[in-house]
């Protein structure tokens, strides 16, 4: 099965697509692609950059007094009985106002989340550091009912590591990572749309349901499925927000607004520079993709745009 090359036909994609070179990203799930034909790489320097707007300031100003307080207390809230997930919580704002890019964590600003997915006893050794209780039915629901990421991962340790592991021989095990984490590909997203991608998973799925049902298949059927109904959370929690994302974005705001992982330096630096008639040229396919790379900050984007051969990880 390839990975991304289910679909071959052209996507009804309006304008949203206008102006970017063609290729085969066009005809199927190919961000790589999209970045190598479209990305003009900018060398120069942060002359250009705009001043924070007013938008910018009045949100700023709203988080100071959360600043001030957690300097003084620490972990200033923590909804402990709601396991993270992408609809665990209603829609939050710092601003409703002033902001353009939304979603928080939570339901509030510096209210924080626990994820017991990952692992309960970091959860619970965190929510006493911070002074705070476990919540009871979180406890039993993952010491009886629910397995987590780290439960599977003590459970394929062989004794010769765990003894390496208590010693501090060897550090970073993937017990380590409380959440499970997974490195997901938001820029898809905004290139392509949910239903495109969906679209596509279905079609991935269909090239393996009539084979024979080996442990691979089995594994590959079952993460496809699970792939397909994250997206769709995906596009609901979205639409908490007031946002439809089941189609591709159309501008730098839309692309934003379908990361769930905040890059807010690097990301007001991009707006900035969208909105700069002097910067618009070379930045004709930069603006938009800097918005929908994880974690990006303006070196990384370079790091990224000046290796073409860089692979496409997926989820």
């Keep these: 099965m390839k990975a991304g090359a289910a679909l071959r036909k052209e996507v009804d994609s309006g304008d949203c697509w206008k102006g970017f070179r063609p290729g085969s990203w066009a005809t199927s799930i190919n961000v790589r692609d999209f970045i190598v034909r479209n990305v003009t790489p900018y060398n120069a320097n942060e002359d250009f950059l705009a001043a924070p707007s007013r938008r910018t300031k009045a949100v700023w100003a709203k988080l100071q007094p959360y600043f001030a307080e957690e300097r003084k207390k620490g972990v200033l809230a923590v909804d402990a009985a709601t396991p993270s997930t992408l609809l665990a919580h209603k829609a939050g704002y710092i601003d409703r106002d002033n902001e353009i890019i939304v979603g928080l964590q939570t339901d509030q600003p510096f ?9 309960l006893r970091m959860v619970e050794a965190g929510l006493k550091a911070a002074g705070l ?6 406890h039993e629901t993952f010491t009886k009912y629910r397995k987590s990421h780290n439960d599977g991962v003590f459970d394929a340790y062989t004794p010769e590591i765990m003894n390496c592991r208590r010693s501090g021989i060897i550090t970073g095990l993937p017990d380590a990572y409380g959440r499970g984490r997974i490195i997901g590909d938001y820029r898809r997203v905004a290139l392509y749309g949910v239903d495109r991608l969906l679209e596509a998973k279905h079609a991935e799925r269909a090239q393996i349901n009539d084979m024979w049902p080996t442990d691979e298949i089995i594994r590959q059927r079952e993460e496809l499925s699970e792939q397909m109904r994250a ?25 934003r607004r379908r990361r769930s992982d905040p890059a807010q330096a690097a ?5 900035r520079m969208a909105g700069d008639p002097a910067a618009r040229p070379m930045l004709h396919a930069l603006a938009m ?14 790091a990224v745009f000046g290796h073409p051969r860089r692979s496409d990880r997926r989820v």
């Design 133 to 138: 209780k476990p919540d009871p039915a979180v």
């Design 111 to 119: 209210k924080r989340g626990i994820f017991p997915f990952g692992g």
């Design 267 to 271: 990301v007001a630096r991009v707006r």
């Design 231 to 255: 997206l769709e959370d995906l596009a609901s929690m979205a639409k908490l927000y007031g946002c439809d994302i089941s189609k591709p974005a159309t501008n730098a705001q839309e692309t």
């Design 289 to 302: 993709l800097c918005e929908l790379l994880p974690r990006c900050r303006p070196s990384t984007v370079m």
